[in-house]
């Protein structure tokens, strides 16, 4: 008896993440403060690596709590041969997203926000004033759905991650994760409400994920790493280069990804 076959997986964007880290593992303190405890290198570091993606992408608590804009320079976007910033991209189940983030204040690149029904209706309404706004059937957003959709619609090869710790996370576990930047910084935290890369402190992740270290930077007392998720039939790799430049080149990935899009979500042309 044949086995049924799989159905193949939509393309999306390759997948980097990009976090700073305590030695003891901790991405934020337990009041998830905005992330200031690494060094003003480590912040150049964050606006190269988006200058080098096509998208920038964070969960809605995560980008109320460090306040961001998702911005990036300009001279860093004619570095990298960039016509144009980084599509900026924010997830939220809830979709209880505050009209008053400075996101929403600043002008910038298009913003695409992927949602859930659960989002309030006064919610919905300002905001498709503001973005491009998808709202999925499903209790959380469709990850590999996100991600087609970014890719099919938009033109999205290369994406980098924020956080927070859960949507890491979640990545982790749907198998949609393909590198990770991690700056070791010489700091402590404690605390078991202080999130971890993977969020708080919690059950096993389904699988482990295996990574390969493809790059370390020392700098002053903090370390810069860049690390690539081991799939099962990827060939075997040389080890890691030390002092390369910390932005890699866009690659090609795989992943799985089923096109159910709320038939009502609205969208605007794709940016080019």
């Known amino acids: ?160 991650c924020e956080g927070g710790g859960t949507l890491l996370r979640s990545f982790a576990a749907g198998d949609l994760l393909d590198e990770l930047h991690l700056t070791l910084c010489p700091r402590i935290f404690g605390g078991r409400a202080a999130p971890t890369l993977t969020g708080l402190p919690g059950s096993f992740l389904p699988a482990s994920v295996a990574l390969r270290l493809v790059e370390m930077l020392p700098i002053g007392d903090e370390c810069f790493t860049r690390w690539r998720v081991i799939r099962r039939d990827a060939p075997p790799t040389s080890r890691a280069r030390r002092h390369q430049p910390p932005v890699a080149a866009a690659a090609t990935a795989r992943g799985p990804a089923r096109d159910t899009r709320a038939p009502h979500a609205s969208r605007k042309p794709a940016p080019r």
Not at 3 to 12: D, E, F, N, V
Not at 44 to 70: K, P, W
Not at 128 to 146: G, I, Y
Request: hydrophobic fraction near 40%; charge should be positive.
């Open 1 to 160: 008896m044949s086995r049924p076959r799989k159905r193949a997986p939509l393309p999306r964007p390759f997948v980097t993440a990009n976090f700073a880290i305590t030695a003891d593992g901790r991405i934020s303190t337990r009041n998830l403060t905005p992330a200031s405890f690494s060094s003003p290198r480590d912040k150049r570091r964050l606006l190269e690596i988006r200058a080098a993606c096509d998208a920038i992408l964070v969960g809605a608590r995560t980008l109320a709590a460090d306040t961001m804009t998702l911005g990036v320079p300009a001279e860093l976007r004619k570095k990298n041969r960039r016509t144009g910033p980084p599509l900026r991209v924010v997830l939220s189940n809830s979709g209880r997203i505050d009209p008053a983030l400075r996101i929403f204040q600043k002008p910038g690149a298009p913003i695409v926000i992927f949602s859930t029904r659960r989002m309030p209706a006064s919610t919905r309404a300002w905001l498709s004033e503001k973005a491009d706004l998808f709202l999925h059937e499903t209790a959380a957003v469709n990850l590999p759905l996100a991600l087609a959709t970014l890719r099919a619609d938009y033109g999205i090869k290369r994406l980098v």
